[in-house]
């Protein structure tokens, strides 16, 4: 199988796919634009931040997986992917911990101006009465917005460090926010009057783009302090530069609109940085143990590819079938699922998804159809009475 590699990756993962007898291309260089140019001839791709394009997508005809080396699936075209049946798996909660404690990290360093005072200091500055005005974090209260992998694990650390923690996710219930010992937050206004620290933590949608705006910043407490550790689309950046102009409120980012693509690059928006209390080149995930796990994963993702056609962690399988269920138990001959399909083809009904298990000594099995309609009791019939067929029933 051969596996194109777009972005800089652990040499353990390239060794461990190679010793799965793939045929690894290394290419960290590319980017979206020159990735559709690179993918001809690659089965599986292996992105981290390269973007991956409807173009590339196309141009990649013998693509059948695209795997992002982490938690978010943003940068790629996953509808199209879709439309040429090509799967798109992910790595998710690999990173949990590392993105996690960065939050955490951006949260103390804005509290005590950690990075204002290292440039007075790198500026020949001692400037103790000024950087000894910090509040503090302990008994403060914590704003975590978006409760999965890695909203629960900033809730826990910053417990540990004396906090009290409310939250709102559209998913957090009264009896989950209870089970994980933080207040619940029936709404997103209501956890921004509260909050004198708020942390996001949403995957970015439809419904989240721009779900922290003007009036969510105007409701926060002043002097509160805002950290986005997931993706930057989710705040509105023309309301959190007005806020941050005005003083309100202080913010500290991992994540920035029109990040560059690369490793090493100018960036563009040195103005907004000037606003900000602490920030860091969307590094959240980027740590040796974070790394680690997520190659890991990765190899674990082909590996199953590899033995089943199926691999682990798909996003883009439908997630539930509204078909009609047909169970064939059959014995394991050849040609009997021939005539099952033959039949069904007559009657002109679609199969959308089929399973065929082979019972232990190989000498009967059980073949789940889901068929797009209903098929007639004597097409059923006709399939039940098949040479070698066992039973037939729709559940």
């Not at 941050?244 to 928006?269: H, K, M, Y």
């Not at 040796?288 to 674990?300: G, K, L, P, S």
Request: proline share 3%.
């Amino acid at each position: 199988m051969k596996v194109l590699i777009a972005d800089k990756v652990s040499s353990q993962m390239v060794a461990d796919l190679k010793a799965l007898g793939c045929d690894v291309t290394l290419k960290p260089e590319l980017d979206a634009e020159t990735l559709p140019g690179a993918v001809a001839g690659a089965e599986v791709l292996i992105v981290r931040s390269t973007q991956v394009t409807a173009a590339c997508i196309d141009a990649g005809t013998d693509l059948s997986l695209i795997i992002r080396a982490g938690a978010g699936v943003n940068t790629i075209d996953i509808k199209r992917a879709s439309e040429k049946g090509v799967y798109v798996a992910n790595c998710p909660g690999k990173n949990t911990d590392a993105v996690a404690e960065l939050a955490i990290g951006l949260m103390i360093a804005t509290d005590r101006r950690i990075p204002d005072a290292l440039a007075d200091l790198r500026a020949g500055k001692w400037r103790k009465k000024e950087y000894g005005k910090a509040r503090g974090l302990k008994g403060r209260t914590l704003g975590v917005v978006g409760l999965g992998h890695i909203g629960e694990a900033v809730a826990c650390r910053a417990q540990g460090l004396g906090m009290k923690v409310i939250g709102w996710s559209r998913s957090l219930t009264p009896a989950k926010a209870e089970a994980l010992d933080i207040g619940f937050c029936s709404s997103l206004n209501e956890l921004a009057e509260s909050a004198d620290v708020v942390s996001l933590h949403l995957a970015l949608s439809k419904e989240t783009r721009g779900i922290i705006g003007s009036d969510f910043l105007a409701r926060m407490k002043a002097g509160a302090l805002l950290v986005n550790t997931a993706r930057s689309e989710i705040v509105d950046l023309a309301a959190l530069k007005e806020a941050l102009r005005s003083g309100r409120i202080r913010a500290a980012l991992d994540v920035f609109d029109n990040e560059p693509s690369s490793g090493e690059a100018p960036f563009a928006d040195a103005e907004f940085a000037g606003l900000l209390a602490a920030a860091t080149p969307h590094i959240g995930a980027s740590t040796e143990q974070a790394e680690e796990a997520i190659a890991e994963e990765t190899v674990r993702i082909v590996r199953t590819f590899v033995e089943t056609g199926k691999p682990v962690n798909a996003v883009n399988p439908r997630k539930a079938h509204t078909g009609v269920p047909l169970v064939v138990r059959h014995y394991n001959r050849v040609g009997v699922l021939a005539g099952v399909l033959h039949e069904l083809r007559n009657e002109g009904i679609n199969i959308e998804e089929m399973d065929n298990t082979i019972f232990e000594g190989e000498q009967a099995a059980c073949c789940s159809l889901v068929l797009d309609r209903r098929p007639s009791d004597s097409l059923l019939q006709r399939i039940a009475s098949g040479e070698n067929v066992i039973q037939a029933v729709l559940k």
